[in-house]
């Protein structure tokens, strides 16, 4: 079993910025790929950012160039930095792991586990 525990939500001035971050425990070892995901409401979760154990990742269109996605795998730590938030940036923000193998950049990729999210709200 994986345990993640989202942190660093809160409320943002359109065009700040916001760090997250998601510590996990447990079998972290077995983990190969973890993402943000994000959900408003009314909307559809949606991927926003993707990274395999061996550094790969990619993004979702919408925060190409302004999130970035890390690991610190000494600290079972996932982090996603946001830059330049939009007021369509604001949502749950969910942090996940998969044990079922690479993601390789599908934002799309099942996930096995799950946080319990942390809110991002924008305010203009």
């Known amino acids: 079993q994986v345990q993640l525990w989202e942190s660093g939500g809160g409320s943002v001035q359109a065009g700040g910025s916001l760090r997250l971050s998601c510590v996990a425990s447990g079998y972290t070892f077995s983990i190969y790929s973890m993402g943000w995901f994000r959900q408003a409401p009314g909307k559809k979760r949606e991927g926003v950012a993707i990274?395999?154990?061996?550094?790969?990742?990619n993004y979702a269109d919408a925060v190409k160039d302004r999130f970035t996605i890390s690991q610190d795998n000494a600290k079972n730590t996932l982090y996603l930095q946001m830059n330049s938030v939009k007021s369509e940036d604001g949502a749950m923000y969910y942090c996940?792991?998969?044990?079922?193998?690479?993601?390789?950049?599908?934002?799309?990729?099942?996930?096995?586990?799950w946080g319990s999210g942390t809110l991002v709200t924008i305010s203009s």
């Open positions: 990274i395999d154990r061996d550094g790969v990742t």
């Open positions: 996940a792991a998969t044990r079922s193998g690479y993601c390789r950049g599908r934002l799309n990729c099942p996930m096995d586990y």
